[in-house]
Structure formats: structure tokens, C-alpha cells
């Protein structure tokens, strides 16, 4: 229905009609949103809130805040500590999106007793944090972490750490956010690497054959052993890695280049492998019951 004013002109009276449009009232946009959350780290703001960086199987690494949560008395505290995996409500805010809600889904409890898994949940973690980016699907990336730390916690009441669980998340890490290795075919000729003294340039991402890293400076040798290990920890999942044994020596080289690349690639070196490293330099005291 038309809306209509009366004018009066003259002493004649005029109609005026306004047509009525009707606008279709657009959907809002849900302002609060559940997701699965890992605490990658964080940092305190304000007089108790707390801004935290996740990853998220549906949305990648995210930064919130929980207001309050450093308050004695608050309820989210213990459901939003480091490498716990939890259950979140989030509201929409300016910002920062606001935690409404927590809900401890794992809280890997045994590795926070043991410093060397705590050393190595955080590597993980800022690992990780290093290659992921907001507003992407990573539920490969997601699923790997977690296993990870499941071993991890998983070790700790085995009293035995895996042995080479970082060297093997490395590679499989690299492989899921595009910087894999090529370790199988020379990066020059891409002709099939036998098992001999080969050549790796960390600059180009990959190995070399004989005579094509003969010709590059950037290029160092690389032993049979060595690249036989990078490729089994590249190509194998973890329930059959658990079960092999590597030579202490090897498994150092393997370390070291693989430490090298993930320096070149990040263009830093993670904070989190020079505590790992003064870890391993400490020496095992032993205590013994003497009895008295």
C-alpha cells in the first residue's frame, strides 16, 4: 500500500503518492562460533586478561583473548595452559575474538612433569607456530601435532621418551606445508640417487648426485646412512619409525641438517632448540639410596 500526502495548492487539494519499498532484511553473521583449540602460546594484557595464540583444525592459528582468566578465582585458567587441547566458545569482538566458554578436551598432563617432554611439547609448539597462518584448514597439520604430544605424554609414563619423534614431526611438518625436501631424485639432473656418497644443498631444498654437487659450492656430502634415514623418516608413519633403532652418530647428522634447513626456510632459529640443546648437554645424576 502506497504511502499518500495531501497537499492543498490553491485552494485545490493534490494527492502525492510514495511507493513503499520493501528491503529484505540481510542474515547476520553468527557471532559466536565453537572450535577445538591447541594453546600454541601467550601473553598477559591488562590487569588479568590473557591474549592466546591457537591452532585450530578449520581456521589455522588464531589469536583471542580470555578476559579475567589470570584472576585467582577464575574458571577458564587450568583449560587455557600451554598444549592443552580444548573445547572453545568464541564471541566475535574488535580486536581480539573473545573466549566465552573452555572445556578441557586433553590436558597431557604427564609430559608438564618431565622437563625434557616439556622442552619437546614446546619445540612442537613453536614449530608449528612458525608455518601456520590464520584463515586456512591445516586438519593435517592439527593431527599431527597432536599425536605428537600424545607420544610425548605417552613416553613420560613409559619413562622413555621416543627417540625420534622430533626428527620424524620435522619432516612430515615440512612435507604437509610445502617445503618437503627432495631426497630422493638429484635436484640438477633428477636422475634416481643411489645409495653412495651424495651431495645436499639446504639453500636449494634438496640432494644432489654425484656429479651434479661436484659442480655446486653450496653443496656438502651427504653419506649413504644419513640419506637412507631422511628418507625412511620422510616416507614412513610413525608406528613404523617407533620401532626402529638409529645409531646415536647418524641421527646427530640427521639433526643437524635438518636443524639448518628449518633455520633457512624460517629465516630464525627457534628459541625452544637452544634449550633442547643445553638439556641434552646436561649429564644424568644418578641418586642412590645409601640408606641412612
Not at 562460533?33 to 601473553?43: D, K, P
Not at 654425484?210 to 620422510?234: I, M, S, W, Y
Not at 620401532?243 to 639433526?255: A, G, H, I, T
Amino acid at each position: 500500500m502506497p504511502a499518500i500526502d495531501v497537499w492543498s495548492v490553491s485552494g485545490e487539494s493534490w494527492a502525492v503518492y510514495y511507493p513503499v519499498v520493501y528491503l529484505k532484511s540481510m542474515p547476520t553473521r553468527n557471532r559466536i562460533r565453537s572450535t577445538h583449540a591447541l594453546v600454541l602460546r601467550r601473553h598477559d594484557i591488562n590487569d588479568a586478561d590473557r591474549v592466546l595464540t591457537v591452532l585450530t583444525p578449520r581456521d589455522g592459528k588464531l589469536e583471542l583473548i580470555a578476559k579475567g582468566v589470570r584472576k585467582t578465582n577464575s574458571r577458564k585458567a587450568g583449560h587455557l595452559e600451554l598444549f592443552v587441547h580444548a573445547s572453545l566458545l568464541v564471541a566475535q569482538a574488535r580486536t581480539w575474538d573473545m573466549i566465552t566458554e573452555v572445556q578441557t578436551v586433553e590436558s597431557f598432563r604427564h609430559l608438564r612433569n618431565d622437563l625434557d617432554a616439556i622442552a619437546a611439547a614446546s619445540y612442537v609448539c613453536e614449530l608449528v607456530d612458525s608455518f601456520a597462518e590464520s584463515g586456512d584448514e591445516v586438519q593435517p597439520v592439527w593431527d599431527l601435532v597432536l599425536s605428537v604430544l600424545r607420544e610425548l605424554d605417552a613416553g613420560v609414563v613409559r619413562h622413555e621418551l621416543p627417540a625420534n619423534l622430533l626428527r620424524w614431526f620435522d619432516l612430515q611438518l615440512l612435507s604437509l606445508t610445502g617445503f618437503q625436501p627432495q631426497l630422493f631424485h638429484c635436484l640438477v639432473c633428477e636422475r634416481l640417487l643411489e645409495p653412495m656418497l651424495n651431495f645436499i644443498n639446504l639453500y636449494d631444498g634438496g640432494v644432489l648426485c654425484p656429479d651434479c654437487g661436484g659442480r655446486h659450492n653450496d653443496a656438502e656430502p651427504l653419506d649413504a646412512d644419513t640419506l637412507k634415514v631422511l628418507r625412511f623418516l620422510q616416507r614412513q608413519p610413525w608406528t613404523v619409525v617407533s620401532q626402529v633403532r638409529v645409531r646415536s652418530p647418524v641421527m646427530r647428522r640427521v639433526e643437524s641438517l635438518l636443524q639448518r634447513y628449518l633455520i633457512i626456510v624460517l629465516e630464525r632459529q627457534l628459541r625452544s632448540t637452544l634449550f633442547l640443546r643445553r638439556l641434552a648437554s646436561i649429564p644424568v645424576r644418578l641418586e642412590v639410596d645409601t640408606g641412612e
